[in-house]
């Protein structure tokens, strides 16, 4: 471990630089240009990572700017590392340009330089040190680099469309010491039918918890007193009523999170309907949201407060919109692998409607889940042991969901690490310096394990 470490301090400054270059590549999904299918944008960034690839002496390809790779080695077996250069947009709240890397410190800020960016890089440098040290490879190392993860991962679709499979690999796109197992995912929608609400909007990507909301109702069908004193009870982080033009404006900043652990955000569009209805604003939107959605992110207004020995279904309301005067809620849930699509659909069918609004079910993913006792699930395992020294925490199954779910044969490993937040899809996105050292350490002995596997 020590040697790796050594190894890796003298080419920190050099993967920074790097990792600032991709920052700067504003990667969120864009409209789709020819040659561009996600925007001009994620090929940018593609463009970039694939560069530096080739001045590194390594082999490249570009996949017709789904994805691209990074490859060494030879032989008919590929370990696979699967990151991706989309980000989700860098939305409200941040204390610096959010495409331009930052350093304070020991830590750098900027979209992606946690989600997923920076562990491209360390797996990039992992790469290029386990080449360096004149080990014999007995597979090819190929690190993906995917341009749609955040917006439904067609990247990984059209790679195993037009390239060979991945023999086992992983994708360092989750959490430390390694993820077996991912809850499904169901993607819904929630409508209204009849509403006094004149306008409200909020939230930027449906997987991240809705961190900001303004709501506009008439004047005279509250008391503003009374609801500046419901939002004051609530966990929102600020919020203003004000009136004007017979018109009341409530504005509600909450904290965003991703949608997968929503109860460490606070969601600013769900505080503001809960303000509404016990502040005595009676309209039938308000009511099929509480009934239906609600504040306590458990799905149990949709029938769906279920769990398993390894985890609860969550829920999460990520963008308010009005469009052609009704109003759209995004759902995202993330449910137990030990349940199916049918047994989602099934148990939600008899909340869907009534004569306040509507839920319509969306895509149903299934949930992923690996022996923890494979040797894929293992080998990772044990280089994350190796490397820490760490002998408490264990491979763990988690809500979000990852390119693991598209390409058979890799698990979740890294890259944040225990107790860390890394503010992923929330404003001021950090690494710490030390931890992309030794995620890229880690990542070594991932890839020396998994060549004996």
Known sequence: MLKRIEQIAPLTEEMLSKLAKLVSCRSERGEAVPGCPFGE??????????????????????????????????????????????????????????????????????????DDKGAAVASLYAMKLVRDSGIALNKRVRLLLGCNEESGSLCMKHYKEVEEPITIGFTPDGYFPGIYGEKGGCGMALYSKNTRILDMEGGFVFNAVCPHCTTRIPAGSVSVSRLREVLASTPLKDFSVTEEDDVITIEAQGVSAHASTPLL?????????????K???????????????????????????????????????????????????????????????????????????????????????????????????????????????????????????????????????????PDADNHIHDANELMTIQDFQTQTAVYVQAILNLLEV
Request: aromatic share 10%; net charge negative; hydrophobic share 35%.
């Open 41 to 114: 944008g994620p090929a940018e960034a593609l463009a970039a990572a694939l560069e530096m690839g080739r001045e590194m002496g390594f082999r490249t390809v570009n996949l017709d700017n789904y994805c691209g790779y990074i490859e060494m080695g030879e032989g008919p077996d590929i370990i696979g590392i699967a990151a991706h250069l989309d980000v989700v947009p860098a939305g409200e709240g941040w204390n610096t340009d959010p495409y331009t890397m930052t350093r304070v410190d020991d830590t750098v800020y900027g979209r992606g330089v946690s």
């Open 265 to 277: 955000g606070v969601n600013a569009a769900s505080y503001t309907m809960y303000a509404l209805q």
């Open 279 to 417: 502040a005595g604003f009676r309209d039938d939107f308000v009511d099929f949201y509480m009934d239906r959605i609600g504040t306590h992110c458990d799905g149990e207004g949709l029938g769906l407060k279920v769990s398993d020995a390894y985890g609860d279904l969550t829920l999460n309301n990520g963008i308010v919109m009005r469009r052609d005067g009704t109003f759209c809620c995004t759902i995202d849930i993330r449910y137990p692998i030990t349940y199916t699509p049918d047994q989602i659909r099934e148990l939600a069918a008899p909340y869907l409607e009534d004569e306040r609004g509507r839920v319509e079910i969306g895509h149903v993913g299934d949930p992923l889940f690996y022996d923890p006792e494979s040797a894929l699930v293992q080998g990772l395992y044990r280089a994350y042991r190796e490397v820490t020294g760490d002998q408490t925490l264990k491979p763990m199954v988690i809500g979000g969901g990852t390119y693991a779910k598209s390409l058979p044969g890799i698990i979740a490993f890294g890259c944040e690490f």
